[in-house]
């Protein structure tokens, strides 16, 4: 057990809707981190928080939003869903952005768009 | 384009022996790399890193070295175990940012 929970474990959705995955940080971790895994195209960072504020951006799609609420509890929005966008959604989270902080993954949200 | 390179997606060793992965990369600004072990429904699990200023790091049965000059770095698990078999991720970071950029994964099976 890593320390980072998520919520919820497996969604199954249709296209077009809106869905919201939640990220509990390990205690005292300030980054959190979301990644995705499709089976095309491996495990794909999308976006970094640091203390409440955006630190990072990858692929992230127009679509998508995420924020670090005061509590450090984070959220990954997804909307206007495709089947495309079905996958795995894993949170991780370290003590700081800095080179040697550790990533310390949840264990993910399976997210199914029919 | 994949910056960090997995070559072997999967790998069968006998119980006892040396499981060694591959993993190529071809940014040479990283400055951190990390190896990962992931079980299927699980999320990946740390196992152990290296920074670019060293070539090699310990930690009990594993040890990852790194070959700056031919972009190249290697974790190798002495000796297998069956509860090794799993998938293996190398992951790479530069110095500004955290994130990680991953390989495609090598799946090991250790059989006993």
């Known amino acids: 057990d890593s320390g980072v929970t998520q919520t919820p474990k497996h969604l199954i959705t249709a296209t077009g809707q809106r869905v919201t995955l939640r990220c509990s940080p390990r205690?005292?971790?300030?980054?959190v981190y979301w990644y995705q895994q499709s089976l095309d195209q491996g495990l794909q960072f999308l976006i970094q928080?640091?203390?409440?504020?955006?630190?990072a951006k990858g692929n992230i799609l127009e679509r998508f939003s995420a924020q670090q609420f005061p509590d450090l509890h984070s959220e990954l929005n997804l909307s206007s869903l495709e089947l495309g966008d079905s996958a795995l959604y894993f949170c991780?989270?370290?003590?700081?952005?800095?080179?040697?902080?550790?990533?310390?993954f949840g264990p993910g949200t399976r997210l199914t768009v029919l | 384009d994949q910056q960090v390179k997995q070559n072997s997606p999967s790998l069968s060793v006998q119980e006892g022996r040396i499981s060694i992965l591959n993993c190529d990369y071809t940014?040479?600004?990283?400055?951190?790399f990390l190896w990962y072990k992931k079980y299927p429904a699980e999320g990946p699990t740390f196992l152990i890193s290296?920074?670019?200023?060293?070539d090699k790091n310990e930690d009990g049965r594993f040890t990852v070295f790194l070959n700056k000059s031919a972009k190249h770095l290697s974790l190798h698990i002495v000796p297998s175990q069956p509860g090794d078999s799993a998938v293996y991720f190398c992951?790479?970071?530069?110095?500004?940012?955290?994130?990680?950029?991953f390989g495609q994964g090598t799946e090991l099976s250790v059989k006993p």
């Open positions: 991780a989270s370290s003590v700081g952005p800095s080179l040697a902080d550790t990533q310390y």
């Open positions: 205690s005292g971790d300030l980054s």
């Open positions: 928080y640091y203390n409440g504020e955006e630190r």
């Open positions: 940014n040479s600004m990283f400055d951190y």
């Open positions: 290296i920074s670019s200023i060293k």
């Open positions: 992951a790479a970071k530069y110095n500004q940012g955290g994130k990680l950029i």
